[in-house]
């Protein structure tokens, strides 16, 4: 089992739609991450967050430590959104490196 | 100002040969971190450098080895290329120097084919 797991795997939808993307991770963290990658390869910074809530313009991310689970949601969708979205933890012990889960595909239809 | 730079962008090799990646962070960050990203699936950790000194190294062999310079650009050495180390090459910046609990700016990739 891997320590990040993320759902769905892809997602397509309508623009305006409002998206739920999902990480589920294993081991204990300090910092979770959420990134963006486009096509070509290129990755941005979305959020780092340890507790609580973070927005950014229609990005909001979320967090429950107990539960092991955060959750990125987009609101408005836009076909600008369309991107795969990486979800990425830094462990509470050892040496801080990121793991990261596999990605989830977007896709919003104009 | 600049962001991360990485280059080369794209490189082809055969199997059994060397590469090295080269990368320059932001201005005034001091902390170089590289991953790998096999096609398809999430990047994956391979070291880690701070000051110089190397603070930390995923689970990859001995053929992989990195340095970073006394401006605090880096470099990623892979000797003897096998097809498996086809991958993007991701390397990415931050002032902290715990790497990962700092907001990290990735460079655009180096896209390493071995054939």
């Known amino acids: 089992k891997n320590e990040v797991e993320q759902s769905p795997q892809n997602l397509t939808a309508q623009e305006g739609e409002f998206i739920t993307i999902n990480c589920s991770y294993s081991?204990?963290?300090?910092?979770l991450h959420w990134l963006q990658q486009h096509p070509g390869g290129g990755i941005v910074s979305l959020f780092m967050?340890?507790?609580g809530k973070k927005k950014h313009g229609r990005l909001i991310a979320t967090i429950n430590i107990q539960e092991k689970h955060s959750s990125l949601h987009i609101t408005a969708s836009h076909p600008r959104d369309s991107a795969v979205y990486i979800c990425a933890v830094v462990s509470n012990f050892g040496n801080e490196k990121l793991t990261f889960g596999t990605g989830t595909r977007l896709t919003i239809i104009p | 100002d600049a962001g991360v730079t990485q280059s080369p962008t794209h490189l082809i090799k055969t199997r059994g040969q060397h590469v090295t990646l080269r990368c320059s962070p932001i201005s005034g960050h001091k902390s170089v971190s590289w991953y790998q990203q096999v096609l398809g699936q999430g990047p994956q950790f391979i070291f880690q450098y701070y000051e110089k000194e190397e603070r930390g190294r995923g689970n990859f062999p001995d053929r992989f080895s990195a340095r970073q310079f006394p401006n605090y650009s880096s470099e990623l050495n892979v000797n003897a290329l096998l097809l498996g180390d086809s991958a993007l090459y991701l390397c990415?910046?931050?002032?902290?120097?715990?790497?990962?609990?700092?907001?990290?700016?990735f460079g655009p990739g180096t896209r390493l084919t071995v054939l």
């Open positions: 990415a910046s931050s002032f902290d120097p715990s790497g990962g609990t700092d907001t990290q700016y």
């Open positions: 081991v204990g963290i300090s910092a």
């Open positions: 967050l340890s507790s």
